[in-house]
């Protein structure tokens, strides 16, 4: 079973940035397909971005595109979502996601079809 462990949310104000860790166990990274998504109170969870096990090919929603980044630390089995120029509309819940490596496809959307999340962590973007 693979489990998620998510860390680095917090309040800051808009144009600053955070860190989010996802720590992964039960399978290595790099047989995990990853990415990120957000849900806001009262909306739909939003898909943020992915990446392929490989830590090679990678995709951004529109919304973060310039902002967000997507790393890996595969002797940690970590991924990270460096977040730069926050504003106060990526204010949510964050979760991080996992799949296999033909699921990629899968973090996308709603997530619906997403194996893995994480418990989620509370990012708040004050104006």
């Known amino acids: 079973q693979v489990q998620l462990v998510e860390s680095g949310g917090g309040l800051v104000q808009a144009g600053g940035s955070l860190r989010l860790a996802c720590a992964a166990s039960g399978r290595t990274l790099s047989n995990l397909a990853m990415g990120w998504f957000r849900q806001a109170p009262g909306k739909e969870r939003e898909f943020i971005a992915r990446?392929?096990?490989?830590?090679?090919?990678?995709y951004y929603a529109e919304s973060v595109k310039g902002r967000f980044t997507i790393s890996r630390d595969n002797a940690k089995n970590t991924m990270y979502l460096q977040m730069n120029s926050l504003k106060p509309e990526d204010t949510a819940v964050y979760y991080c996601?996992?799949?296999?490596?033909?699921?990629?496809?899968?973090?996308?959307?709603?997530?619906?079809?997403?194996?893995?999340w994480g418990q989620g962590t509370q990012v708040t973007v004050s104006s």
């Open positions: 990446q392929s096990a490989s830590g090679i090919v990678t």
């Open positions: 996601a996992a799949a296999s490596p033909s699921q990629l496809i899968y973090i996308s959307g709603s997530g619906s079809y997403v194996a893995y």
